[in-house]
């Protein structure tokens, strides 16, 4: 015996549109997955280089005539340009037929322009080495770095490339004695930017970003959670609660730059704080964030059952008493996930940080929250748009740094709303 | 001289009128139910007696209510104060996620009832002995409270509420949401609470209200249709509406 419920014509095509809607969805996923390995892929397959630099081993001299020592001056005290001679010295040595000036200029092009510290570095942890031949790693030049990578061809034709045909036949030279290396390179988390690519680090970035999020954080974090604690728990619904409500769910849709506009007029025209400073950037961050705050620390205390104020308010405590021991404690996790969430969204903005001069070129690393600094996205967007092709896997290598970061507090996140997560 | 005397008492919520002069009398330790069919009035007339109807936006309360001869709606009346003179304990068991030890233990704590750890245990420990609780969770008090079955949590509840030292428990349903086994031990408790507190219950079991109550007054669209010794509403009703609602004609 068989089990007619319905029509079995109507039965069959409603099976096959569940089947269809199915496919669908499948499609769409696959689509997406797609594009997410196609977009960390290319990042990664350009970004790891940004992470490896090219070292030439060289015979360096340390001849206190040519580093210029005498009784008045110790080693310690040398600066780093005082070790070029010892690197310029030393090609010469290698490559002794090259006597053309230009040439001469095009050799020492090979090496980096920050040669120096390495050298001086080596000399101050090897002072013996004074007056004697050592074989150093110095850092390659950014174009010499990328024909080793394979990212500059011979079979490009010369005008058409950063280095000369006679340069490349140089570098062939060393690879044929097995004098050059790729090593993990350092410069990128203990530098900051740098106009030649080989010396251009993210540290700046790094730091400033940390200043401009702390500065945000504590901004944001008690003025977002409070307002949200009074519209919910202590304002009376009504016409005003409801203006301020429509109002911030606006605030959180407005684009990011016009707060960088505003951030410009209030804090460094009005109030006078200083330009490209962390300072000003968290603030003009937090007036961006601070409405998603308010809207997820307001969901996190509508979540909690009325029954708790309920049973609170029937012994006797009062109206603070029960945010204070009850709403906002049982609510944390879901305000530190937006918190974190909020976090992370501004330390990938980038925009509004434009207007108000943290695109400006900043070497140093700062040191505090009213230092000239830059953040990580815009460095990003800085070296994206520089002309020196070493600055391309730089900039990948960067945005491979910020999306770990992003993952990271992302993962974090999760974490905090499975641990805490409590259930009714 | 009656405990609570409530004399014309009008609610409204917003536009809609919830009760229609309602006048009750209610005598000190005695169990007093409210019965009726659902949305008769008979819940928003037990949250008028500790003023829990202000956290509803737009309720309106006209009338007196003296509890003790103390007029709890009148404009100074502290009503922190008064919800610690009159506790209530909810339909659905609603203990703080916290230890069993602290949910009892909250309330003299934002009262500053006790002075030191030893007077709080002490508390702690008649609260729910006289709750009947302690014997089941004396060996687990730092247990979450969420953690119990539900007649366990009710009358860790009820347990919450004495800690405070009321004089008058109001319980709205409180056995709705449990098992007949754990709604005989909370009838068995609130018969022994009369003792010490003046109780008055609302519930929709017409046998629970015959069992536990000295006094029933019957609700029906937010009016008091009829109000006496529980013997008498139930064995001789005078209202016809009464009779029919005993008997299980409507609601």
Request: net charge neutral; proline share 5%; glycine share 6%.
């Amino acid at each position: 015996m068989t089990i007619k419920a319905s029509d079995p014509q109507w039965h069959k095509s409603r099976l096959r549109a569940e089947k269809r809607f199915r496919l669908y969805g499948k499609c769409a996923l696959s689509l997406a997955v797609l594009m997410l390995v196609l977009l960390v892929g290319s990042l990664i397959a350009r970004g790891y280089q940004g992470f490896v630099q090219t070292q030439m081993s060289l015979p360096i001299q340390f001849d206190p005539a040519a580093l210029g020592l005498s009784k008045d001056v110790d080693v310690s005290s040398l600066s780093p340009s005082a070790y070029t001679p010892l690197v310029k010295a030393s090609l010469r040595m290698v490559f002794p037929e090259v006597t053309d000036p230009m040439q001469t200029r095009e050799l020492y092009a090979l090496v980096s322009s920050n040669a120096g510290v390495t050298l001086k570095s080596y000399l101050d942890h090897h002072p013996e080495m004074l007056s004697k031949t050592a074989d150093v790693w110095i850092p390659a030049s950014s174009n010499a770095d990328l024909y080793f990578k394979d990212r500059i061809s011979e079979n490009t034709p010369e005008a058409d490339r950063n280095l000369t045909d006679q340069q490349i036949a140089w570098l062939k030279r060393f690879k044929e004695r097995d004098i050059e290396r790729i090593v993990f390179d350092q410069t990128l988390f203990n530098h900051g930017d740098s106009r030649s690519p080989e010396n251009a680090g993210f540290l700046g970035a790094m730091v400033g970003s940390a200043f401009t999020l702390a500065i945000c954080l504590a901004l944001v974090f008690p003025l977002g959670v409070m307002t949200a604690v009074y519209l919910e728990e202590f304002g009376r619904p009504g016409k005003w609660v409801d203006i301020i409500e429509v109002n911030i769910n606006n605030l959180a849709a407005v684009p990011s730059i016009v707060f960088g506009l505003l951030g410009l007029a209030v804090y460094i025209n009005l109030l006078g704080f200083p330009r490209s400073s962390p300072l000003v950037g968290g603030m003009t961050l937090a007036m961006m964030i601070l409405p998603v705050i308010i809207i997820t620390t307001r969901v996190a205390l509508a979540s909690i059952p009325g029954s708790i104020r309920d049973a609170a308010l029937a012994l006797g405590a009062t109206p603070l008493q029960v945010v204070w021991h009850h709403t906002l404690p049982l609510s944390m996790p879901g305000i530190m996930t937006g918190t974190i969430l909020g976090m992370a969204r501004a330390i990938g903005e980038t925009a509004p940080l434009l207007l108000i001069g943290m695109v400006a070129f900043v070497a140093d690393i700062p040191t505090s929250v009213t230092s000239s600094a830059t953040v990580m996205p815009v460095q990003i967007y800085l070296w994206a748009s520089s002309p020196e092709a070493g600055f391309s896997e730089k900039t990948a290598a960067g945005i491979l740094v910020l999306l770990m970061l992003l993952l990271t507090m992302n993962a974090l996140a999760i974490t905090l709303r499975k641990r805490f997560e409590v259930r009714w | 001289m009656s405990k609570i005397s409530a004399k014309k008492v009008n609610v409204f919520y917003g536009a809609k009128q919830a009760l229609f002069d309602v006048d009750m009398e209610i005598s000190a330790n005695s169990v007093t139910a409210l019965i009726g069919p659902s949305g008769c009035g008979k819940s928003t007339f037990l949250r008028c007696l500790n003023r829990m109807n202000d956290t509803i936006e737009g309720c309106r309360i006209t009338g007196n209510i003296l509890v003790g001869g103390i007029n709890i709606n009148a404009p100074d009346q502290d009503v922190v104060h008064l919800r610690a003179w009159i506790g209530m304990v909810f339909q659905k068991p609603n203990p703080f996620p916290k230890s069993i030890y602290d949910n009892v233990a909250y309330g003299p704590r934002i009262h500053h009832l006790v002075k030191n750890k030893n007077e709080m245990d002490e508390i702690v420990e008649k609260s729910l002995i006289s709750a009947g609780l302690f014997d089941e969770v004396k060996d687990r008090l730092n247990d979450p409270g969420t953690s119990l079955s539900g007649g366990q949590q009710q009358r860790l509840c009820i347990a919450r509420t004495i800690a405070v030292n009321p004089e008058i428990i109001l319980m709205d349903e409180p056995c709705s949401a449990l098992d007949p086994i754990a709604t005989a031990k909370i009838e068995e408790l609130i018969m022994e609470l009369k003792n010490n507190f003046t109780i008055v219950i609302v519930t929709h079991s017409m046998q629970q209200a015959a069992r536990v109550s000295q006094q029933t007054c019957f609700f029906h669209m937010g009016k008091v249709i009829e109000a006496g010794p529980t013997s008498k509403i139930f064995t001789n009703p005078e209202n016809q509406q009464t009779q029919d609602y005993i008997t299980g004609r409507y609601g």
